[in-house]
């Protein structure tokens, strides 16, 4: 019985010292996939998107970050629809809502054909790259969205298209915004 106890005496140090390592590790590998959360969530409410404000002929593009300023914006259509691409680099930022729906009928006459005593109402969606630079936080920033540009469609003699809104499909890559954090001791 001494001599069990005597070999226990040796063993649990080592024994409780390996639980320890193993229980750090562990805490250790929690903590930094909780900080790269964080630092991932932060970088997606830091980097801004793009908001749009939409008028009887124009729509104004601007950024939802109040410490951010839209520089210049590239629009890219599908090639079906559009083979060059809408840089938008004058201050404020707009595009005519005429220019944006006369890309936009040749499609939808292709689609809708108009008939007879047939009306024909409906929205189309196409999707869009949109590269911009902001300056964000005083720094100059390049960044990507895929967006869906929606049209409304109404054909009874001809087809006529409006464009309706937009709205964020993702932003890639995200996110670009890097911080660093202090944690202290």
Not at 91 to 106: D, M, N, Y
Not at 155 to 183: A, D, G, M, Q, W
Request: a neutral charge; proline letters at 5%; one cysteine or more.
């Amino acid at each position: 019985m001494k001599n069990l106890f005597k070999s226990w005496h040796r063993w649990l140090p080592i024994a409780l010292s390996w639980v320890a390592i193993i229980i750090s590790y562990m805490s250790y590998t929690v903590s930094r996939k909780t900080f790269e959360y964080e630092k991932d969530r932060d970088m997606l409410i830091n980097t801004p998107a793009i908001k749009e404000d939409i008028n009887d002929d124009q729509i104004l593009f601007l950024l939802n970050g109040e410490n951010a300023e839209l520089q210049s914006m590239n629009i890219i259509f599908p090639a079906e629809i559009e083979n060059e691409i809408f840089h938008l680099n004058t201050k404020p930022i707009k595009l005519s809502k005429k220019a944006l729906e006369i890309r936009v009928q040749g499609l939808a006459e292709k689609l809708f054909i108009p008939q007879d005593s047939i009306v024909t109402m409906g929205t189309l969606s196409i999707p869009v790259v949109i590269d911009y630079s902001a300056i964000v936080f005083g720094l100059p920033q390049s960044l990507r969205e895929n967006r869906l540009f929606i049209f409304n469609i109404h054909c009874n003699e001809y087809v006529n298209v409006s464009y309706s809104n937009s709205y964020l499909i993702n932003r890639c890559p995200f996110p670009l915004k890097s911080h660093y954090f202090y944690t202290g001791l």
